[in-house]
């Protein structure tokens, strides 16, 4: 059984960091893609890709995030983190992680939401101005 648990959603102000877990059980480490996504408070469907991490460790990050955001993995915990920075209100929104195994093209999929599988409950993420 597949399962990913995000963690580490906190309330910060403008300018603050967090990072947030994604922890992975039922995949094994090395054997899937992994995103995050992200969405916002009264947008209803609109999930907005931030970074993702194919399973040879390439990183691929939304243009929104690019310098600020950081995607990478540990191998024995079989977590993937998201190390933010420079936060600003604009980044409030609930974050999710989703992966799925063998993505094909993954390099061009990466932001799809309709490429993975497995989703996490989320973990949400408020910056104050």
């Known amino acids: 059984q597949v399962q990913l648990a995000e963690s580490g959603g906190d309330s910060v102000q403008s300018g603050g960091s967090l990072k947030l877990s994604c922890v992975v059980s039922?995949?094994?480490?090395?054997?899937?893609?992994l995103g995050w996504f992200r969405q916002v408070p009264g947008v209803e469907r609109e999930l907005g890709a931030i970074?993702?991490?194919?399973?040879?460790?390439?990183?691929s990050y939304a243009d929104s995030v690019k310098g600020r955001f950081t995607i990478s993995q540990d191998n024995a915990a079989n977590t993937v983190y998201l190390e933010m920075s420079s936060l600003k209100p604009e980044d409030t929104a609930m974050y999710y992680c989703a992966a799925d195994r063998f993505i094909l093209e993954y390099g061009g999929r990466w932001s799809s939401s309709a490429a993975y599988k497995y989703w996490g409950q989320g973990t949400q993420v408020a910056v104050s101005s």
């Open positions: 970074a993702g991490i194919s399973d040879i460790g390439t990183t």
């Open positions: 039922g995949l094994p480490f090395g054997d899937y893609c």
